[in-house]
T-cell receptor, first 115, second 112 residues
Framework: GAGVSQTPSNKVTEKGKYVELRCDPI?????LYWYRQSLGQGPEFLIY????????DSGLPNDRFFAVRPEGSVSTLKIQRTERGDSAVYLC?????????????FGPGTRLTVL | QKEVEQNSGPLSVPEGAIASLNCTYS??????FFWYRQYSGKSPELIMF????GDKEDGRFTAQLNKASQYVSLLIRDSQPSDSATYLC????????????FGGGTRVLVKP
C-alpha cells in the first residue's frame, strides 16, 4: 500500500516568509508525528496528533511553528516569519498506535532551505 | 548527558562480517526500542523494534535489549555493501508521551 507522502519535497524560501508543509499519512493510521532533522543529527520531535487533536506539541521550538490536522488525516505544518535556523529536513511519520505498539513509519521528508 | 547515545562512527566492516551497533539511553521508563536505517539523502526506514529484554531476530538483523543496563544493540550478520547507511536508535517511553527520542546515528561502511 501507499506509504506516508509529503509535499513539497523541496522548499526554498526567503527569511521572513511563511511556509506550509503537507503530510498525508498511511491510510488507517490514527497517529501522526512531525520531526525535524538537521544534517548529521537524528530526528527531533516537534508535535504529535492522535486523531484531530495535538496530543503533544512540546517539541515545537517557538510560536512561529504551528500544525493542524483538521479531519484526522492530512496534516499541515506551518512556519511563520521563517529564519535561516529553520533550514532542515522536516519529516512526517504515522503509526497505527496501540497501547503496546508504536512503530512509526516516515515519509520522504521536505527539505526546507531559508535563504 | 544525551537521552539516547550512539557512537557516530564510521564503523567500517568487511563484507560478510558482523556489524555490531550499540545504543544507550537514560530514561529508565523507556519501553519501546527501534532501529531505523537511513541512506544518505533519504528518510529513516524502520528495520527492527524490540519491547522485551533479550534477543529478537529478523533475517540478518538481531536486536538485543538489556533494560537493566539501559542498552540496546543491533547486529547485522553477513554485512553487504548495501547495508552501508546510518543506523538510528530510537526510544519511546509512556512518561515522555508517544514521541520517539533518537540518537545521533552510527554510520556504517561495508567494504567489499
Amino acid at each position: 500500500g501507499a506509504g506516508v507522502s509529503q509535499t513539497p519535497s523541496n522548499k526554498v524560501t526567503e527569511k521572513g516568509k511563511y511556509v506550509e508543509l503537507r503530510c498525508d499519512p498511511i491510510s488507517g493510521h490514527t497517529a501522526l508525528y512531525w520531526y525535524r532533522q538537521s544534517l548529521g543529527q537524528g530526528p527531533e520531535f516537534l508535535i504529535y496528533f492522535q486523531g484531530t487533536g495535538a496530543a503533544d506539541d512540546s517539541g515545537l521550538p517557538n510560536d512561529r511553528f504551528f500544525a493542524v490536522r483538521p479531519e484526522g488525516s492530512v496534516s499541515t505544518l506551518k512556519i511563520q516569519r521563517t529564519e535561516r535556523g529553520d533550514s532542515a529536513v522536516y519529516l512526517c511519520a504515522s503509526s497505527y498506535f496501540t497501547a503496546r505498539n508504536n512503530e512509526q513509519f516516515f515519509g520522504p521528508g521536505t527539505r526546507l532551505t531559508v535563504l | 548527558q544525551k537521552e539516547v547515545e550512539q557512537n557516530s562512527g564510521p564503523l567500517s566492516v568487511p563484507e560478510g562480517a558482523i556489524a555490531s551497533l550499540n545504543c544507550t539511553y537514560s530514561d529508565r521508563g523507556s519501553q519501546s526500542f527501534f532501529w531505523y536505517r537511513q541512506y544518505s539523502g533519504k528518510s529513516p526506514e524502520l528495520i527492527m523494534f524490540i519491547y522485551s529484554n533479550g534477543d529478537k531476530e529478523d533475517g540478518r538483523f538481531t536486536a538485543q535489549l538489556n533494560k537493566a543496563s539501559q542498552y540496546v544493540s543491533l547486529l547485522i550478520r553477513d554485512s553487504q555493501p548495501s547495508d552501508s547507511a546510518t543506523y538510528l536508535c530510537a526510544v519511546n517511553s509512556k512518561a515522555a508521551g508517544n514521541k520517539l527520542t533518537f540518537g545521533g546515528g552510527t554510520r556504517v561502511l561495508v567494504k567489499p
